[in-house]
């Protein structure tokens, strides 16, 4: 089969992408089965002809792809039926002498059209020359026109953002004088300068101040889900010091800290409690709360431009960053983990030690994974964390070498997923997130 696959491969693409596309798709054939393989094989094969249509002028043949139906891309990548296998492709010397009748031969002058004879350079064929682009360079070229974002947009998001984020820090302020939050400040892509596409999206951290006598951190393999990731943040001391010592007491449920009920009071001052047509006027924008979102979500409108705030109250302790974002269907009193600061460090760090071209790498991949129905399953954090394991492995990581990065990516990617497991970068024992679902 690997090897139907590789000849199969060799036919449908002569550059490196197709054979790395082919390949994985075998591998991932063997182990997930056809069911499984499916999602798989459409995901890895639109990597491919994201880039293609995006760095390709518009011709006949990207138009006829661009018709293609999902059936029949199952179909040339035999996983619904077997689909015979065409001709070998002829070559353009095979294809003059078949057009030639075996017992004619047109004379030498006769091939050449009537007081026209053909020059070896024309600018037909110098055109399409020049549109055969390597790899490497379809990848700089989508990275420049697809995922970059003009610094003019990012700034504006940003602005816009703080602007907002002050508003918002001073109404909780007046609001609740009694909690004592800290600080609210800009997180995320656009901050770090790793949002692709469009600059419309951006988290805002309110840090909540806790004492530390009174309350103590559980690891996530002592809670009662055993799962590393999310942790439990403990009321002590209640003999010494009865409940209402400290004004997160009235977030406990059942001796600990509760991440639902806390967004829940915040979901109800942003809803209720905030004037934001009031706010919006004075910015030159429309707010809106995000009523059926799961999480606390704010959707901005200035002119054209489109910005989405997630709030997201997390509280620290040493190294730790715990989230108030407990995952759907577990317990409401559970904290998430997040590694995002120490995940922007090391990659930054490691490009400035080498002048390397991971997070340009990182940025492709989020580009193509961006509103697509199947990739865009796969995080960011995700993406950081396979390119950081790979770096462990990999030491060439300079522009040069950046298809044949991009392309380990992929394999490690596909290998993951085929396992359902990828494990944390800074804690190999931890899932960074089961990856089952993608599958």
């Known amino acids: 089969m690997a090897d139907l696959v590789h000849k199969r491969g060799k036919r449908r693409d002569d550059n490196g992408l197709g054979g790395a596309?082919?390949?994985?798709?075998?591998?991932?054939?063997?182990?997930?089965?056809?069911?499984?393989?499916?999602?798989?094989?459409?995901?890895t094969l639109v990597v491919k002809r994201l880039i293609d249509r995006a760095t390709s002028s518009p011709d006949e043949d990207d138009a006829k792809a661009e018709q293609k139906s999902i059936k029949e891309s199952w179909q040339d990548l035999s996983l619904i039926k077997a689909v015979p296998k065409p001709p070998k492709k002829q070559s353009r010397a095979d294809l003059s002498e078949s057009l030639l009748s075996p017992s004619v031969t047109l004379p030498a002058q006769a091939a050449e059209p009537f007081g026209?004879?053909?020059?070896?350079?024309?600018?037909?064929?110098?055109?399409?020359?020049?549109?055969?682009?390597?790899f490497q360079e379809k990848l700089l070229s989508y990275y420049r026109n697809h995922v970059t974002i003009p610094e003019t947009d990012v700034a504006l998001g940003k602005q816009l953002a703080k602007d907002i984020c002050i508003k918002l820090q001073s109404f909780l302020q007046n609001k609740c004088p009694e909690l004592p939050f800290g600080s609210m400040f800009l997180s995320g892509s656009l901050c770090d300068d790793l949002q692709v596409v469009a600059a419309d999206h951006v988290c805002f951290l309110l840090p909540l101040v806790l004492e530390t006598t009174l309350?103590?951190?559980?690891?996530?393999?002592?809670?009662?889900?055993?799962d590393p990731q999310f942790w439990m943040i403990r009321r002590t001391?209640?003999?010494?010091?009865?409940?209402?010592?400290?004004?997160?007491?009235?977030?406990?449920?059942g001796g600990y800290l509760s991440s639902n009920m806390i967004n829940e009071a915040l979901y109800k001052m942003l809803v209720a409690s905030v004037n934001w047509p009031a706010i919006g006027s004075m910015l030159d924008c429309l707010i809106r709360p995000m009523m059926a979102s799961e999480e606390l979500k704010l959707e901005v409108m200035h002119y054209k431009t489109q910005l989405n705030i997630t709030l997201c109250p997390e509280t620290e302790a040493g190294d730790k960053v715990l989230l108030a974002k407990p995952s759907?269907?577990?317990?409401?009193?559970?904290?998430?983990?997040?590694?995002?600061?120490?995940e922007v460090s090391k990659l930054k760090?490691?490009?400035?030690?080498?002048?390397?071209?991971?997070?340009?790498c990182l940025k492709i991949l989020k580009g193509i994974c961006k509103?697509?129905?199947f990739l865009s399953k796969l995080t960011g954090s995700?993406?950081?964390?396979?390119?950081?394991?790979?770096?462990?492995?990999?030491?060439?990581?300079?522009?040069?070498?950046?298809?044949?990065?991009?392309?380990?990516?992929?394999?490690?990617?596909?290998?993951?997923?085929?396992t359902g497991f990828l494990p944390c970068y800074f804690n190999s024992a931890e899932p960074c997130q089961t990856l089952r679902a993608l599958h």
Do not use: M
């Not at 596309?21 to 995901?43: S, Y």
């Not at 026209?116 to 390597?134: D, G, K, M, W």
């Not at 070498?401 to 992929?410: D, E, Y």
């Open 237 to 253: 001391d209640l003999e010494y010091f009865p409940r209402g010592s400290s004004p997160w007491d009235r977030f406990i449920v």
């Open 382 to 418: 995700h993406l950081t964390h396979v390119l950081l394991h790979l770096s462990e492995t990999q030491s060439d990581w300079a522009e040069e070498a950046l298809a044949a990065r991009f392309q380990h990516v992929l394999e490690a990617l596909v290998g993951y997923l085929e």
């Open 328 to 342: 759907k269907g577990l317990g409401e009193n559970l904290w998430q983990q997040s590694f995002y600061r120490s």
């Open 116 to 134: 026209h004879p053909t020059s070896p350079e024309t600018p037909q064929v110098e055109s399409r020359t020049l549109l055969c682009l390597t």
């Open 21 to 43: 596309v082919d390949f994985l798709l075998a591998n991932a054939r063997l182990v997930l089965g056809v069911g499984g393989a499916a999602v798989l094989a459409i995901a």
């Open 371 to 373: 509103n697509h129905p």
């Open 215 to 226: 309350w103590s951190l559980i690891p996530g393999e002592d809670t009662i889900i055993k």
């Open 349 to 360: 760090d490691l490009d400035a030690a080498d002048s390397g071209t991971r997070q340009c």
